[in-house]
């Protein structure tokens, strides 16, 4: 799977769909090859085809989907200011796994694209409470979050 998220993220789009259809050899309707998929076509700014795969991924296992599908939905919604539809596909993947830093980064770089900074703060804190001082520090939007007056003005407090 990582291996084909690099190669899709970095444009190598004939190595990618090689390591896709070697994949669907084995297992068609594998978790993997529409994540592959779905960053393909985001890369090549195919986001129809992209939300399309990463629907895939989260339809597959319903009571334990993929979480990189709804976050990768998320970053897609970002982009196309559907910002609704990308805080719902944020917070189901912050609700299955609320340490991991993907849902937590994409959730504060939304609300701060939107300065809810309510929003911004508490997300923040609740993350900074699970993973501990370390890990949420080395999310880089946390730097432009930290940086904005209205979080310096509630630190202050």
């Known amino acids: ?3 084909g998220e690099i190669l899709a993220n970095t444009k190598r789009f004939e190595e990618a769909w090689k390591l896709v259809g070697m994949i669907a050899k084995y297992r068609a309707e594998a978790t993997p090859m529409h994540i ?3 960053r393909i076509y985001f890369n090549a700014g195919k986001w129809r085809e992209a ?3 990463y629907r895939r991924t989260v ?3 319903p009571t334990e989907p993929e979480v990189r599908g709804f976050v990768y939905l ?3 919604y970002t982009l196309q200011k559907r ?3 990308a805080e719902e596909a944020f917070l189901e993947a912050h609700k299955y796994i609320p340490y991991l830093e993907m849902p937590f980064s994409g959730l504060l770089n939304l609300y701060v694209i939107q300065e809810r900074w309510d929003d ?3 997300i923040y804190w609740e993350h900074l409470s699970k993973s501990g001082k370390r890990r949420a520090a080395k999310v880089p939007v946390i730097k432009k ?3 904005s007056p209205r979080f310096k003005r509630e630190w202050k407090k």
């Open 120 to 122: 911004a703060n508490r």
């Open 145 to 147: 979050f930290l940086d």
């Open 36 to 38: 592959i998929r779905g």
């Open 74 to 76: 998320g970053e897609l």
């Open 1 to 3: 799977l990582r291996l």
């Open 59 to 61: 339809e597959l296992h």
């Open 51 to 53: 939300e399309a795969e």
């Open 83 to 85: 910002y609704d539809e």
